[in-house]
């Protein structure tokens, strides 16, 4: 079956550091790629997405590209403030698991000033 | 667009007692539906999917009984925890399915949290 296997947190960083999140993937067919951020007390908002191979997705600083021969969606920012203080999560969707999607356990980020 | 609520944002209410959580899509059609728990600093478990005009299919160990949906219309999926318990504490999380993005893309509501004393 699917599942999605993410670096383990929690990650606490100085602002302006750089940070990578690593994410790798098991999936049949071509599913799509996501992460998302949680703040605490509320629900998930997506962060960026990626649909095929070699897609590059970025939002707010953020990067992740879509990297088929390793089977991973590793998420990158070059440098985070005390406002990227969040749960990260990455997940797949792929229509062979009816639209389902697989989520990470989720990474703890907290940025210190 | 592509907006998710759920109603209400947070609930206590006593063991024994049901609670009807609501998900609504307030700019698009959804066909599908997902409820999701989440235990506090754990991930999101996926406990059911609901579609528009039929039954819901629950994943492995979740209690259709307990934990019951209704998808009425294209814009709003009810999950009814019947007769509460503490052990039913938690997150509960929806999301939907349709409207203008990827049609893998699911757009999450605000979530529920749910105390039972």
């Known amino acids: 079956g699917n599942s999605v296997t993410q670096m383990e947190g929690p990650v606490t960083l100085s602002e302006e550091a750089f940070l990578t999140i690593n994410c790798t993937y098991t999936?049949?067919?071509?599913?799509?790629l996501f992460w998302y951020v949680q703040y605490p007390g509320e629900g998930l908002q997506l962060l960026l997405k990626?649909?095929?191979?070699?897609d590059k997705g970025s939002n707010k600083g953020f990067e992740a590209t879509y990297r088929k021969e390793t089977t991973s969606f590793h998420l990158e920012k070059g440098s985070v403030q005390v406002s990227d203080s969040a749960v990260y999560f990455c997940?797949?969707?792929?229509?062979?698991?009816?639209?389902?999607?697989?989520f990470g356990d989720g990474t703890t980020l907290t940025v210190k000033p | 667009g592509a907006v998710v609520s759920q109603h209400p944002s947070w609930v206590i209410c006593k063991s024994g007692t049901s609670v009807k959580i609501e998900c609504r899509s307030l700019?698009?059609?959804?066909?599908?539906m997902f409820w999701y728990r989440q235990f506090p600093k754990q991930s999101l478990m996926l406990m059911a999917t609901?579609?528009?005009?039929?039954?819901?299919?629950?994943e492995q160990g979740v209690e259709k009984d307990k934990f019951l949906i209704n998808h009425a219309s294209l814009t709003l999926s009810t999950l009814t925890v019947t007769s509460a318990h503490p052990e039913d504490s938690s997150f509960y999380i929806c999301?939907?399915?349709?409207?203008?993005?990827?049609?893998?893309?699911?757009?999450f509501g605000p979530g529920t949290r749910l105390t039972v004393l």
């Open positions: 999301s939907a399915r349709g409207g203008t993005g990827s049609r893998n893309e699911q757009f």
């Open positions: 999936a049949t067919g071509y599913p799509s």
């Open positions: 990626a649909t095929k191979a070699d």
């Open positions: 997940a797949l969707s792929s229509n062979t698991n009816a639209g389902k999607s697989t």
């Open positions: 700019d698009f059609q959804a066909t599908t």
């Open positions: 609901s579609n528009e005009g039929s039954k819901a299919t629950y």
